[in-house]
């Protein structure tokens, strides 16, 4: 079991968070070397023209004009997703599109339920755990149970925990389901769906089903990160599962679609404020064209622009 | 446009079509008539010094590429997703997610999944994969990789001449992706091995050539000023003298091309130019920098650069302070985020002379044009209502029951929302919005922008401005709206075949054409039509 124990617990661990590490940095050097050579804001509110025209509250976000406005914009959308917020569905019957909130409603659920999940887990890395995961811990869990089979029998439920499998389980169906999204649905949308599904699985088997002892874990965790793991691992079958999913999602996450959540960083519709006619953008790339200057064009039209000349340079109605 | 086209709306039906990854990532190349685009003539190719100049056409099997067509296809891509961050991050980071699937205007009217917008980004990100992605290389279709053949090209060509890029999509994606620019990119790997669309091309030769996308010679131009100011004369008794090619003027005065003589685009330009009279502007027109549009913005880089640098040039060569920007659309997308950009020394050339705009009637500064130099037309008009510098009668609108079209450019590409609402609002008794979904940053396209006003996209067209069609017969039967106002020269030209196309008893126009009905000038003579001849006062019946 140890050597098992061993390359589960430790080598594949090692191996996944360092493809993770490097991946992601450099997708993101990637991204950073490349030019951009133009503001582009998709601007989704009114701009800032005259002073006194109406200008609501989200416009100063949705078409931002200055730096902090351009902070607040990205902030709501990977916080909100503000965009993700304004869908509509448009219904070819009645000729209508009608707002639609599903697909805003468990993508942040997922996401948020993530988040927090991830804090959660702080707890087996960090001795002793801040006060922050302790309390996040608190207040996911408010809802206590008395599980039967389980060991200890009262249980918290971590609400996020479940959330997260509900909204995973929504993500994964819609692609099934509905006909638009599964023409376009790729096998990698789904393999990113199933690795998530069984991490989130088998964390929930290990939480109510099949306890595990904890106690292990935390050594392991700790002992990773601080590049001192122990020896003589014998891990639970579960947690050499659920350890197996992470490490797969850790290591395939850089070559994925998963990079989403650094892109949106870098996305010059969103990152930019809408202000070029007040600031210009320069495009390090720049070269110069050669088109058609006033000496060409006035040698091409020279008898019409001499006579636009004879006029005065003024176009006045004809005398009658 | 072809008459029998109208008869065909009872038989109108959208196919749904779903199907799965694996037949999306086979290359459609199927060249329905309505769908797909004429090649460019070799004429216009020449005369741009385009790559691999030849006559070819969209039907042959044989599209006469270069022989190492591919190997530039892939190097270009390598090139630009250096010089474009948006390319790079917009391939990567795609989740899926479907949000933007029914925003597209050609995807409710097609049904057709390539589309969908996540889908005809798809068509670019197979390609991207194989060959710059380790997932792409390693796992082949399974990763949505699939192999460059000429096949895809002719799907690129096809579908990439499908998307009006009105950003409507982007506004709903979560990382906001936007199609308009893939679609730009995709555009300009086309163009390096001598693939374009005709019409886009006719239009940008004409205007790096004579200043305008008509091919209107200086002469022309004047012609239609002076047919204006006849006009105008006949309407309203008064006599106006416009400016054009004179040094020296306070403002430079650019406006789409479009506006010199087609229909319904006329009659806002003669309230331009009843306007600029009425306040006794100091400004000038051009016959150099005669087009406030730029056709090289729907081809590529340099194509756009060639036309972008004349109105830099033009305002330097007379002197002007600064820029003003009649109603257009792509123009404004330009203009806001892209003419101060693509222009090198002109620019640092022009600011010698070139001042922060500033409203010599009403002494405002427009500060955030303060780089440019260039201020919208509406803008300056919001700024001269405001301060009740014209003299207004409302009730010379009364004939009509007003709805405004937010033109895709300068709502999503530059935020222009409510000057438009109020320059309308302080010269109509009668005004009001269409629904939420179709207006502000969520309004539809009208179905023809970025080089899709080809006759050869008739249905494309037709079938792309349904929802925006769907959006004003909801206005006229609530409502009674009998006129929408648009601020862009394509919509001009699109949505009045559009209204026809879904027998919509309805007329458009520009907004300033609204600001001139209403506006009482000095020394008038009796008005009881409006500038299209319409009698004033009784609710205006419009013939389907």
Redesign the interface.
């Known amino acids: 079991m140890s050597f098992l124990g061993t390359l589960v617990g430790v080598v594949i661990p090692y191996v996944a968070a360092f493809i993770f590490v490097v991946g992601v940095l450099y ?1 993101v050097f ?2 950073s ?18 002073p ?4 609501t509250f989200m ?1 100063r976000f ?2 931002p ?1 200055t730096g902090w406005e351009t902070a607040v914009r990205m902030l709501m ?1 990977v916080f909100l ?1 503000r ?2 917020w ?5 219904e ?1 019957p009645g ?4 707002s639609t909130k599903w ?1 805003w409603l468990f ?1 942040l659920m997922f996401h948020w339920s993530l988040l927090t999940v991830l804090i959660r887990h702080f707890r087996f890395f960090l001795e002793p755990v801040p006060w922050f995961v302790t309390a996040i811990t608190r207040l996911d869990g408010f809802i206590e149970v008395h599980l039967s089979w389980f060991q200890p029998h009262v249980v918290n439920i971590m609400v996020t925990g479940l959330l997260l499998l509900i909204a995973l389980l929504y993500l994964l169906i819609r692609r099934i389901a ?12 789904y393999i990113a769906l199933f690795l998530l599904l069984g991490v989130v699985v088998t964390g929930l088997l290990m939480r109510y089903v099949i306890p595990v002892n904890v106690t292990e874990v935390k050594m392991l965790a700790q002992g990773l990160l601080a590049f001192n793991p122990p020896s003589n691992l014998d891990l639970h079958w579960l947690f050499m599962l659920h350890l197996l999913f992470v490490s797969t999602l850790l290591a395939y996450f850089p ?3 998963l ?2 959540s650094a ?2 960083f ?5 990152n930019m404020p ?10 390090p ?10 000496d060409e ?1 006035y040698e ?2 020279k ?3 001499d ?2 000349e004879n ?1 005065g ?6 005398e009658v | 446009m072809s008459e029998q086209k109208f008869e065909d709306l009872e038989k109108f039906e959208i196919r749904q079509q779903f199907g799965n990854w694996r037949e999306l990532l086979k290359p459609t190349t199927e060249m329905r008539k309505g769908y797909y685009s004429y090649a460019a003539l070799l004429r216009d190719q020449e005369y741009l010094n385009l790559p691999y100049p030849r006559e070819w056409n969209t039907l042959d099997e044989d599209w006469k590429l270069p022989p190492n067509w591919k190997e530039i296809i892939i190097n270009k891509m390598d090139e630009l997703r250096r010089k474009y961050r948006s390319f790079q991050v917009f391939m990567d980071i795609c989740v899926r997610c479907g949000a933007c699937a029914d925003k597209c205007h050609y995807y409710i009217g097609t049904g057709d999944p390539k589309n969908m917008p996540v889908v005809r980004a798809e068509l670019l990100r197979s390609i991207y994969r194989k060959y710059f992605t380790k997932s792409g290389k390693v796992f082949g279709e399974y990763a949505g990789a699939r192999e460059l053949t000429e096949d895809v090209i002719k799907e690129w060509f096809l579908y990439y001449f499908q998307c009006s890029e009105c950003r409507r999509c982007s506004v709903f994606c979560p990382y906001g992706i936007d199609t308009a620019e893939i679609t730009m990119l995709a555009r300009e790997l086309l163009a390096s091995i001598g693939i374009s669309q005709r019409f886009t091309l006719i239009s940008a030769a004409a205007c790096v050539r004579t200043g305008n996308h008509l091919g209107l010679n200086p002469g022309g131009v004047v012609n239609s000023i002076q047919y204006a100011v006849d006009d105008i004369k006949e309407i309203t008794g008064v006599d106006i003298e416009v400016p054009v090619n004179k040094k020296g003027a306070e403002i430079l005065f650019v406006t789409p091309s479009g506006d010199y003589f087609a229909q319904p685009h006329w009659f806002t330009f003669m309230g331009y130019l009843m306007i600029f009279h009425e306040l006794g502007l100091d400004y000038t027109m051009s016959t150099y920098a005669a087009e406030g549009g730029n056709f090289g913005f729907f081809h590529s880089f340099e194509v756009a650069k060639k036309i972008n640098q004349k109105i830099y040039k033009e305002a330097k060569r007379l002197g002007v302070k600064w820029i003003l920007g009649g109603e257009c659309g792509h123009m404004w997308r330009i203009k806001h985020q892209y003419m101060a950009t693509y222009a090198d020394d002109t620019y640092d050339d022009a600011l010698k002379v070139l001042e922060e705009p500033v409203n010599p009637i009403t002494g405002t500064v427009f500060e955030n044009a303060s780089s440019t130099k260039m201020v919208h037309i509406l803008e300056f008009l919001a700024d001269i209502l405001k301060h009740k510098k014209l003299k207004i009668d409302k009730s010379r609108n009364d004939h009509l029951r007003v709805t405004h079209h937010d033109s895709c450019n300068i709502a999503r590409g530059m935020g222009l929302l409510e000057e438009p609402r109020f320059v309308l609002k302080s010269v109509c008794n009668y005004y009001y919005d269409m629904p939420d979904h179709a207006i502000r940053e969520k309004s539809y396209c009208c179905g023809s922008g970025a080089g899709l006003l080809a006759d050869e996209l008739f249905e494309l067209r037709m079938r792309g401005g349904m929802p925006r069609a769907m959006a004003v017969k909801y206005a006229h039967e609530k409502y009674g709206v009998n006129h929408v106002t648009a601020a862009c020269a394509i919509d001009r030209a699109a949505i009045p075949t559009l209204l026809q196309y879904w027998k919509l008893p309805v007329q458009m126009g520009g907004v300033t054409e609204l600001v001139a009905n209403a506006m009482v000038m000095k020394g008038e003579s009796e008005r009881d039509t409006d500038l299209r001849g319409n009698p004033l006062g009784e609710y205006l019946e419009v013939e389907v």
């Open positions: 997708r990637q991204w070397k490349c030019a951009v050579p133009f503001n582009i804001t998709t601007t989704s509110g009114q701009q800032y023209s005259l006194w025209l109406n200008r416009d949705d078409s004009y959308e997703f965009s993700l304004k869908n509509v569905r448009y070819l000729q209508t599109a009608v697909l993508g509905f006909p638009k999204e599964r023409t376009f649905s790729l096998p990698s949308d070559f994925s679609k990079m989403h892109g949106i870098f996305s010059p519709t969103r809408n202000n070029p006619r007040a600031k210009r953008h320069i495009n790339w720049n070269y110069p064209v050669k088109g058609v200057d006033w064009f091409n039209f008898d019409d622009l006579e636009l006029m340079y003024v176009v006045k109605p004809e």
